[in-house]
């Protein structure tokens, strides 16, 4: 890089520092990250790794040309210093979700110092980023969608239940054997719930793979009359596609010409909509761990608000402690769901919170129409 023809701005030389920084931190995050995979995930993290040093060493000699020293980093931002020891603690999809809102936080393209493919790669890697997030989202799916909702659904329902009883009139005593009631009925019926629906669709998965038996009469088919490629167009394959996948199957057994060129097994096609039996885990989850998560995260929520009854408290400082307790939680939830699902962590913060305070406010409402205020 040449030397600046003019002295440089002392401004300019700390947010390149500041720059170099963020560079190298976010290249330490795909390092950490690649430790805890494999395979081709394993190698794209290490390739952004690479290519986060190539965006630093552009820096550094912007820094150097400009100084005549060394290159010395600035202070990173606090988000990717945050980034970089969850990379090294845990590696999860919440680590690469983040990544990715980092990503999409980039300022090169209205940084004048940085070249067009910087700001290109950054977009790229953001994409990137965003593909590798998707992949765990779809690992975790099932059980996170059954913890997050139970973690929900106890705040809210075990909150309402409180205040609805609350607002009756009826004693610390009262509402703390309803609170209890309702965590242990909410968190089995959770689980229960879970387990069949995760079940469910594990066997209706099962019931659109191909009969044990069905490849084994595929040699003896008719060649001429092809009616394997009515197989194909039944899952929902166009009729000359059908056709070529048809033959070629039908050419692979045989071998004949084009073999396994084209060949598809007797399964379900993807991009179909119609997820391979193999694939059901990854798919679906198990039923018994989105049951178990249902059940824990249920309980954990659902408790809450009977913990200030639990520790002795009575009257408004229970409820309102109950109130400070639950919209932290709702709030917490609302984050972690925005980070998970890359959207904005305050919005979804907020709508979670309005949603439980909403329908706490409806039952105590309703539990002050039929019985009588607190004393």
């Known amino acids: 890089m040449p030397a600046p023809s003019a002295p440089t701005p002392s401004r300019d030389v700390r947010r390149w520092r500041r720059l170099l920084a963020d560079e190298q931190y976010e290249a330490t995050v795909y390092r ?47 988000g990717l210093r ?47 980023v965003r593909g590798l997030a998707a992949r765990g989202r779809a690992r975790v799916s099932g059980t996170f969608r059954a913890a997050v909702f139970g973690a929900n659904d106890g705040l809210v329902s075990n909150l309402a239940l409180v205040l ?23 968190a089995l019926s959770m689980a229960a719930g879970e387990y069949v629906s995760v079940r469910s669709q594990r066997e209706l998965i099962a019931a659109s793979a191909p009969a044990p038996h069905a490849a084994s009469v595929v040699r003896a088919l008719d060649v001429d009359a092809n009616e394997l490629a009515l197989v194909y167009r039944a899952r929902g394959m166009g009729e000359a596609e059908a056709e070529v996948h048809a033959a070629a199957q039908l050419a692979a057994l045989q071998g004949g010409p084009g073999r396994g060129a084209h060949a598809r097994p007797l399964s379900p096609s993807p991009g179909l ?4 039996p193999e694939d059901g885990d990854d798919v679906v989850g198990s039923a018994w761990a989105a049951a178990g998560s249902s059940f824990a995260f249920f ?14 408290l ?12 639950v919209s932290l939680a709702l709030l917490s939830t609302g984050a972690v769901v925005g980070v998970l699902s890359g959207g904005p962590l305050l919005p979804r913060g907020l709508r979670q919170l ?9 039952t105590y409402a309703l539990g002050l129409a039929f019985g009588t205020t607190l004393g």
């Not at 309980?299 to 002795?312: D, E, H, I, T």
Request: cysteine-free.
């Open 32 to 78: 950490r990250l690649a430790q805890r995979r494999a395979g081709e995930e394993r190698e794209v993290l290490l390739a952004l790794a690479e290519a986060e040093g190539r965006h630093a060493a552009h820096w550094a000699a912007l820094i150097e040309a400009a100084t005549g020293a060394p290159p010395r980093p600035g202070r990173p931002s606090t």
């Open 82 to 128: 945050l980034l970089a020891l969850l990379a090294q603690r845990f590696g999860s999809v919440f680590v690469l979700a983040l990544a990715q809102q980092a990503e999409g936080r980039s300022s090169y393209d209205r940084e004048p110092h940085a070249t067009a493919a910087m700001a290109a790669d950054e977009q790229v890697h953001g994409e990137v």
């Open 164 to 186: 609805g009883v609350a607002g009756a009139g009826t004693s610390t005593r009262a509402i703390l054997l309803t609170g209890v009631s309702g965590l242990l009925a909410g």
């Open 273 to 276: 909509g119609v997820p391979a």
């Open 299 to 312: 309980a954990s929520g659902a408790l809450v608000p009977v913990l200030p009854f639990l520790l002795g």
């Open 314 to 325: 009575e009257g408004w400082a229970a409820l309102l402690t109950a109130l400070v307790l």
């Open 354 to 362: 309005a949603i439980g305070l909403g329908a706490a406010a409806v």
